[in-house]
């Protein structure tokens, strides 16, 4: 009976020492997460981990990967011979273009000189690709495979062949972390093309939907309006599409109208991005110590004519 008393003892000393490192380590937890929330004290360790984890990343998206090109490589060779007939085709066109495209910039050169004005410096882009997706249907993130070596940093803007994409929130060295324009979280200073009213777009959490919550019920606004970035704040560039206005509503004794408007760029279906600096920025980090225009390198960098 004395010894097994003394086990049960020894049993519920172990118990209670068990239950008692559980809630000790709840209690560290919590006060780990309050402390990096408020203060981000541990920024670095989580950019060090996130470095040190990229090479796992590419393995496990590895066999995604071949099985995207396993797929695209099985493509039968009439589905190869339409579709460069069709490259050609829209080759040729935007060939033509580009003809009248760079006559163009050239009057746009002459006028400049005419009005003693330097002309603008061309925009610094980066492309990107896109690793992984949250799969949380209340968060619209991304993940690309660029980051702060590669010269990103928080807030730069995201677009796609359509329009605005939405912005980086967080670097990771080898990779960084964007939120789309249609997270709730989100909001971006536009403009509508047609009488220059500005106003913010938030986003809803709908991919195919972004709200204009704050235009007065007599605002000048149309089904059909587009949306463009007005350039406050600094974030986005001005002029880059953002939506187009397809849903107005008026409830009586609201003061606000309903807005709804449809992002430009395909938020539901893109692979790749486009990272843009500010022409100030791409202007300051493209001149070199006397002065003068430097070259970006090649697989940094595209320029595009202004």
């Given at each position: 009976?004395?010894?097994?008393?003394?086990?049960?003892?020894?049993?519920?000393?172990?118990?209670?020492?068990?239950?008692?490192?559980?809630?000790?380590?709840?209690?560290?937890?919590?006060?780990?997460?309050?402390?990096?929330?408020?203060?981000?004290?541990?920024?670095?360790?989580?950019?060090?981990?996130?470095?040190?984890?990229?090479?796992?990343?590419?393995?496990?998206?590895?066999?995604?990967?071949?099985?995207?090109?396993?797929?695209?490589?099985?493509?039968?060779?009439n589905e190869l011979m339409?579709?460069?007939?069709?490259?050609?085709?829209?080759?040729?066109?935007?060939?033509?273009?580009?003809?009248?495209?760079?006559?163009?910039?050239?009057?746009?050169?002459?006028?400049?000189?005419?009005?003693?004005?330097?002309?603008?410096?061309?925009?610094?882009?980066?492309?990107?690709?896109?690793?992984?997706?949250?799969?949380?249907?209340?968060?619209?993130?991304?993940?690309?495979?660029?980051?702060?070596?590669?010269?990103?940093?928080?807030?730069?803007?995201?677009?796609?062949?359509?329009?605005?994409?939405?912005?980086?929130?967080r670097d990771q060295f080898?990779?960084?972390?964007?939120?789309?324009?249609?997270?709730?979280?989100?909001?971006?200073?536009?403009?509508?093309?047609?009488?220059?009213?500005?106003?913010?777009?938030?986003?809803?959490?709908?991919?195919?939907?972004?709200?204009?919550?704050?235009?007065?019920?007599?605002?000048?606004?149309?089904?059909?309006?587009?949306?463009?970035?007005?350039?406050?704040?600094?974030?986005?560039?001005?002029?880059?599409?953002?939506?187009?206005?397809?849903?107005?509503?008026?409830?009586?004794?609201?003061?606000?109208?309903?807005?709804?408007?449809?992002?430009?760029?395909?938020?539901?279906?893109?692979?790749?991005?486009?990272?843009?600096?500010?022409?100030?920025?791409?202007?300051?980090?493209?001149?070199?110590?006397?002065?003068?225009?430097?070259?970006?390198?090649?697989?940094?960098?595209?320029?595009?004519?202004?």
């Open positions: 009976m004395t010894l097994s008393r003394s086990d049960s003892d020894q049993r519920a000393l172990r118990n209670t020492g068990y239950g008692l490192r559980t809630v000790m380590l709840c209690m560290l937890s919590v006060a780990v997460m309050v402390l990096d929330h408020n203060n981000e004290h541990l920024n670095t360790v989580r950019r060090i981990m996130s470095a040190a984890i990229h090479p796992i990343r590419l393995v496990i998206d590895a066999p995604f990967s071949l099985g995207h090109w396993i797929g695209d490589s099985a493509a039968t060779h339409d579709e460069n007939r069709q490259l050609k085709e829209q080759n040729l066109i935007q060939s033509a273009r580009l003809q009248r495209y760079v006559a163009l910039v050239a009057e746009n050169t002459r006028l400049r000189a005419l009005f003693d004005s330097t002309a603008k410096i061309a925009s610094r882009v980066l492309i990107g690709e896109i690793l992984s997706i949250d799969m949380n249907p209340f968060r619209h993130r991304i993940t690309i495979n660029k980051g702060s070596n590669d010269g990103l940093y928080v807030g730069q803007a995201l677009i796609d062949a359509d329009g605005i994409i939405g912005q980086i929130v080898f990779s960084a972390e964007a939120l789309l324009i249609t997270d709730i979280d989100h909001a971006i200073p536009v403009e509508i093309v047609r009488n220059r009213l500005r106003t913010i777009a938030v986003g809803t959490g709908n991919l195919e939907r972004l709200s204009l919550p704050f235009l007065p019920r007599n605002t000048d606004v149309v089904d059909g309006d587009i949306l463009v970035t007005s350039g406050l704040g600094g974030t986005f560039p001005p002029g880059y599409p953002v939506g187009i206005i397809y849903e107005i509503a008026s409830d009586r004794g609201e003061p606000f109208l309903a807005v709804s408007a449809r992002p430009a760029a395909g938020l539901n279906r893109i692979r790749e991005v486009l990272l843009i600096w500010p022409e100030s920025t791409a202007a300051q980090r493209a001149t070199d110590e006397d002065g003068n225009l430097a070259t970006s390198p090649p697989t940094a960098a595209i320029e595009a004519p202004p």
